[in-house]
């Protein structure tokens, strides 16, 4: 059983940044894999960033030298840097705890929190 919070939303002008932070409950979290989703209203829920448990990360294309994952075993916390905001970016976005790997893709675990809301104004 793992609980999420999601935190650091909020509201910024295109080319700000916010560092979101999601703490996770439960054992063994330094062995877990890790990732960061979006949904934006009227789309499906997407990949945008993931970290192995042994800290190789990868990128969604369009986060690609704008977001920055990263974790703190110590803190049992995800977080995910967002620079150079754009329009399109909004979104709740959400963590995911536990997924493996297929074919180098993260594949989620269906256990989700509630997510925080991201805004970019143009």
């Known amino acids: 059983q793992v609980q999420l919070v999601e935190s650091g939303g909020g509201l910024v002008q295109a080319g700000g940044s916010l560092r979101l932070s999601c703490g996770a409950s439960?054992?063994?979290?330094?062995?877990?894999?890790m990732a960061w989703y979006r949904r934006a209203p009227g789309n499906e829920r997407e990949l945008v960033a993931s970290i192995h448990s042994g800290g190789t990360t990868k990128y969604a294309d369009f986060v690609k030298g704008r977001f920055t994952i990263s974790r703190d075993n110590a803190k049992n916390t995800v977080n995910l840097q967002m620079n150079s905001l754009k329009p399109e970016d909004t979104a709740v976005y959400y963590c995911?705890?536990?997924?493996?790997?297929?074919?180098?893709?993260?594949?989620?675990?269906?256990?989700w929190g509630q997510g925080t809301q991201v805004t970019v104004s143009s």
């Open positions: 439960g054992n063994g979290f330094s062995h877990k894999n």
């Open positions: 995911n705890v536990g997924g493996t790997y297929v074919s180098g893709r993260y594949i989620a675990v269906p256990r």
